[in-house]
């Protein structure tokens, strides 16, 4: 049974972290708390969906047109509401996401309903619901399958993004000292609008494996996912990308372990005390960067 | 001279407020209808509103009440006490409210009842199950102002523990709940007559509302190789429930009441949802003419099929609008005619069966239990009779 | 300029003479909504304590909320304490949390201490839901009798319920000038004074001699404290309390109150309050009249907010948020700290 709650915990940690990267390379790069990253996440979900029902298009190239699509809400969203707050106090664009992501929430209830939706079985490979092989007592579904794979590409490909490419060598400046960045000729917008847009598709990715695996979709989803997300960004270091990853399975596995060996009540507070315990032995998350008292 | 703006904008938003309850007396008689319409229950809400609204719809195409047209007022109280609190006291304030179908939950409806027990106004709950309510309903005076024509938490827990036991003979039940009112107090009522019936129970897991991952639960709850799965909850999470189950290799059958009783909860699980049995206030196959075409009429007209929630407020739109035809739009009167209906030969013939109400103004109903086969809701081979 | 001015100065004050009378002449609802104002702007005083004048950012304050309520909610129903009793002794227990909760997280900063106060305030939630046999969990607390005064215990047989909406706008009138006043104080004394100073550079305020600890443990008592009599009040004004209420979403809308109306500033916190909960409830009956249903309230509700801080970043009330820029002691603050840096 061990080995079962671990793989689940496993699974749903690497969800996590999908969407924690994304409030992770935002943070990095403008210091804000992007609220609304939970809200792309759930969109990523509906928008696949109603490619599949309304226009008919296959999984895959669904799930691209649905990433490029969050991509662009992020940069938009970025763009109204978060640009023009630069330079005002940190709070007020944090109050700002928090609106972001009440009118997001509010305008997908109105558009695609409040109640839960299944995702379109018809369109998921059959392999998907089959278990592919059997590990100890452990059976791994083709999605589960996929679900690894993909985390996992996404992972590195991200980390390859971050360290060998221009514009993440960009990025990482621009985390360090906007404004020397922006001296040295980075041209911070757009810096800036990149990182929405990998996040951001990133998310919505997220959604889409999350809506397939559990097979529902709602206007609230975001909510949980994008607290949860939070919570493994900041457990595993706010601004660096390993530790959203790393901060996403350890949340995720001390869920799992949690509600299987203590208390299913306290489910979610064992996540939190976790988080809570390696925050104040190490105050700036497992493998963030000691930022000191800002003077 | 910024602060003096926004003055002015304060100043304006209390002025609206002032005449916003000024509404205009029309030829209408309005009923209110409090309940989720934003926000994680607004799923739920929507079911109520669709039942509500489609009695009305039909007794104003019939020309009304005693020639005037009936009016829903809806309002979004997000399920939470504090927004149910204020609707409440603006509902109670407004004496063109004859009557209240609603709340939708039963914390929104504790929360906003001593408003309506002060101001004198029945509210009638389609869905609120707590067993709690029955006894804070009552003023000072000893008069009931809060009905349901939903049963108590308490009823289908030992109902179903019943049903297990006596009618298809199980021994070994785990049971899942929502960490919620409604949950713990069906599994609260479950765990003491199953025990009563000599069921064994082998796993007792809580999970949280709007959560989606079930797994570690469900995999504690295979360890016990039980022979049933009780999940007392709603559908959008009982659905996964299920669908997780199998998934790990727990084919077992399922049971649930009537959070579960919702034509999603096959969508969203699938073909894992067959082989869930459920209490129901009335079975499709077996009901009455008006029942059929109420649900033909539902399905036309909001594209999906009808749950009891819908039919519930259906019905007990029907109940109010009923006692506003017999006694005009009076809301002690109101009252008095619906309190008045507390023996099974004053029942109110629904198409959710016979409702009428004894002294709390909770509703005594039988109860169906239908089950899940092929992806279709069908009456169960075995039925409950007392 | 001038006589604009001025009529609005006698507006305003003909508004704020006017304010005690609200009851008179308006409906229960209007005065239900009035109240829960006054809850909010309590809470966002006290919210206020920690972002605003310590820059230290509180995403948990509902917690403490929540511990003022629940104390008041099951001393009263099971034990029958006075309301008069509950309210020192959930405002000490609040305070108590809030230093435990603080210590810990004395020499976090930013968003990490952010989360633990988040965590925190789930792990509070938690705890009211599942320890039933204390708390009766989801099920909630009904019936949670009213405030009354009575004075049985002098032994005259008299007594006064709290049965309306009224007595409970006067009691929560008078909580919030009790605060308002208290906070006024502390802001002029030497304790507020370290507090802003902790604000604008922790590190020159300790080598001026403010001692960290002491004065940001003493923000956490203080802030927790003023938190837990909103709760007591809630508790007993509603009269029925559910773990629900004190969910996440509270935090946020207490801080936004507290940004809306200028960060930092004691009539900022109020306006903000009046403003978020009035927006909701001039939402719900405006929209209506305009043909669009109810359930796109928070639609608009979210984009008022964005509208709010795109045009207004420094808060609605950005004069309001100045002020306690402009304030003599600020400036003279600053010159301190700047003069002890450089020399």
């Not at chain 2, 308490?154 to 929502?178: N, R």
Request: net charge positive.
């Amino acid at each position: 049974m061990f080995e079962q709650q671990l793989f689940n915990g496993l699974t749903l940690g690497l969800i996590y972290a999908l969407i924690a990267v994304g409030y992770t390379m935002v943070y990095g790069v403008i210091e804000l708390i992007n609220f609304a990253h939970g809200e792309i996440y759930m969109l990523g979900a509906f928008l696949c969906i109603t490619f599949i029902q309304a226009l008919g298009i296959p999984l895959f190239p669904a799930i691209a047109l649905s990433m490029a699509c969050c991509a662009a809400i992020g940069v938009f969203i970025d763009r109204i509401a978060y640009k023009p707050l630069r330079k005002a106090p940190r709070l007020a664009a944090l109050i700002t996401a928090i609106g972001v992501s009440i009118f997001l929430q509010n305008i997908a209830m109105i558009i695609w309903g409040s109640r839960p939706v299944p995702f379109v079985r018809a369109a998921v490979p059959k392999v998907f619901g089959e278990t592919v092989f059997t590990l100890g007592s452990v059976n791994v579904s083709g999605l589960q399958l996929f679900i690894y794979a993909v985390t996992t590409a996404m992972m590195v490909g991200l980390t390859l993004i971050i360290n060998k490419t221009k514009v993440g060598t960009a990025m990482r400046a621009l985390a360090q000292n906007p404004v020397s960045a922006a001296l040295m000729g980075i041209n911070v917008d757009r810096v800036i609008s990149f990182t929405f847009a990998l996040g951001s598709s990133l998310g919505a990715v997220a959604g889409i494996l999350v809506g397939m695996y559990y097979n529902t979709i709602s206007a609230t989803m975001g909510y949980n996912a994008g607290v949860k997300a939070f919570a493994a960004a900041v457990l595993g270091g706010i601004g660096s990308v390993p530790g959203a990853m790393l901060g996403g399975v350890v949340l995720g596995v001390a869920e799992t372990l949690g509600a299987g060996y203590v208390s299913s009540q306290y489910r979610d507070g064992l996540g939190y005390a976790v988080m809570i315990a390696v925050i104040l032995l190490r105050p700036s998350g497992l493998l963030g960067k000691s930022v000191g008292q800002k003077a | 001279m910024k602060f003096k703006h926004g003055l002015v904008v304060a100043l304006a938003m209390a002025a609206f407020l002032a005449v916003g309850n000024l509404v205009l007396a029309a030829d209408v008689i309005k009923i209110a209808v409090p309940t989720p319409l934003t926000g994680p229950a607004a799923g739920y809400g929507d079911n109520v509103k669709a039942g509500v609204a489609m009695k009305i719809e039909e007794i104003n195409a019939k020309g009304g009440v005693n020639g005037k047209k009936i009016e829903a007022v809806y309002f979004d109280e997000q399920c939470d006490p504090k927004e149910a609190a204020t609707v409440g006291t603006k509902i109670a304030g407004d004496k063109d409210l004859v009557a209240i179908v609603g709340h939708l939950c039963s914390g929104a409806h504790l929360a906003a009842l001593p408003n309506y027990l002060r101001a004198g106004v029945a509210a009638l709950s389609p869905t609120a199950t707590n067993v709690n309510i029955s006894e804070k309903g009552k003023d000072a005076k000893g008069q009931t102002w809060s009905f349901r024509n939903v049963y108590r938490d308490d009823f289908q827990g030992v109902f179903l523990a019943d049903y297990m036991a006596k009618a298809l003979g199980l021994k070994k039940v785990a049971v899942f709940f929502a960490n919620s009112d409604y949950g713990i107090g069906l599994k609260d009522a479950f765990l003491k007559q199953a025990k009563a019936n000599g069921l064994t129970i082998v796993g007792e897991e809580a999970y949280q509302e709007k959560s989606t991952d079930f797994t570690p639960q469900l995999t504690k709850i295979k360890g016990m190789a039980p022979e049933a799965l009780f999940i007392a909850g709603y559908y959008a999470e009982g659905s996964l429930i299920a669908d997780q189950a199998k998934k790990l290799g727990m084919d077992v059958p399922k049971f649930g009441a009537d959070g579960l009783d919702n034509a999603d909860y096959i969508k969203l699980a699938g073909p894992a949802g067959d082989n869930t049995y459920l209490t129901t206030p009335f079975l499709a196959e077996t009901a009455g003419p008006e029942a059929k075409a109420f649900i033909d009429a539902y399905k036309a007209k909001f594209k999906r099929d009808v749950d009891w929630m819908s039919a519930n407020a259906y019905d007990a739109a029907g109940m109010v609008i009923e006692a506003i035809s017999k006694v005009g739009p009076d809301r002690a009167k109101v009252r008095e005619y619906l309190a008045a209906i507390n023996t099974k030969d004053k029942a109110y013939k629904g198409i959710t069966g016979l409702t009428y109400f004894n002294d709390k103004g909770d509703c005594e109903k039988p109860a169906y239990v239908k089950m899940v086969k092929g992806g279709q809701f069908v009456p169960a081979e075995k039925q409950m009779t007392k | 300029m001038s006589k604009n001015s001025t009529a609005f100065k006698i507006l305003g004050l003909a508004l704020l003479l006017a304010f005690p009378f609200l009851p008179v002449i308006s409906s229960e609802y209007v005065v239900h909504v009035a109240v829960l104002v006054m809850v909010y702007a309590v809470l966002a005083m006290g919210l206020n304590v920690l972002p605003g004048f310590c820059d230290l950012l509180d995403l948990g304050y509902v917690g403490f909320y929540g511990i003022g309520a629940y104390t008041a909610g099951i001393l009263s129903l099971n034990h029958g304490v006075s309301f008069w009793v509950i309210v020192p002794g959930a405002v000490a227990l609040g305070a108590l949390c809030g230093v435990l909760r603080g210590a810990p997280t004395l020499r976090l900063s930013g968003d990490y201490f952010a989360i633990v106060t988040f965590g925190f305030t789930e792990l509070v939630v938690l705890f009211l839901t599942n320890e039933i046999w204390l708390t009766r969990g989801p099920l909630g607390l009904p019936g949670i009798p009213p405030v009354a005064v009575s004075l049985e215990w002098l032994g005259i047989d008299w007594r006064y319920d709290f049965l309306s909406e009224v007595p409970y706008y006067y009691l929560a009138l008078f909580m919030m000038a009790v605060v308002y006043v208290a906070m006024c104080r502390i802001e002029d004394s030497r304790l507020g004074r370290a507090w802003l100073a902790i604000k604008e550079d922790p590190l020159a305020a300790a080598s001026c001699g403010v001692n960290l600890m002491t004065f940001k443990t003493v923000a956490f008592a203080f802030s927790a404290g003023v938190g837990a009599a909103a709760g007591c009040f809630m508790a007993q004004w509603s009269m029925f309390l559910a773990p629900d209420v004190f969910k996440f979403w509270e935090s946020f809308l207490v801080l936004c109150m507290i940004v809306l109306g200028g960060l930092g500033n004691i009539n900022g916190a109020i306006v903000g309050s009046v403003v978020l909960i009035a927006l909701g409830e001039v939402l719900r009956v405006v929209l209506p009249n305009f043909g669009l249903p109810a359930e796109t309230r928070f639609l608009a509700y979210g984009l008022i907010m964005i509208l709010i801080m795109r045009f207004k970043p420094g808060g609605l009330f950005p004069t309001i948020a100045a002020t306690s820029k402009k304030s003599r002691l600020i400036l003279e603050l600053k010159a301190r700290l700047q003069a002890e840096r450089t020399g």
